[in-house]
């Protein structure tokens, strides 16, 4: 259920286009948000290591309306139980 959700409203691509376990180069600079170094992190970059996941980026969000009636911020209402 939440992947055909996910593919619903989301578009999706590799943040790296090489397939895992390739060797990829992380220049200098490199977006800390979109690439994550794991392992010997030593020293500048650039740097060079095997790719474990290639991550995931949306590129497009396409959302059903709200009604103005409903406050998008709320996750889950509060429930009470009355007797």
Not at 15 to 21: A, D, H, K
Not at 26 to 51: E, M, W
């Amino acid at each position: 259920g939440c992947r055909k959700l996910v593919r619903q409203y989301l578009t999706l691509e590799p943040v790296l286009p090489q397939s895992e376990g390739e060797r990829v180069q992380v220049p200098a600079g490199f977006d800390a948000g979109r690439i994550r170094l794991t392992g010997n992190v030593a020293g500048q970059p650039p740097y060079s290591g095997a790719l474990k996941h290639h991550g995931w980026v949306t590129t497009a969000v396409k959302l059903p309306s709200l009604s103005p009636a409903m406050d998008p911020r709320v996750l889950a209402p509060a429930e009470v139980e009355l007797s």
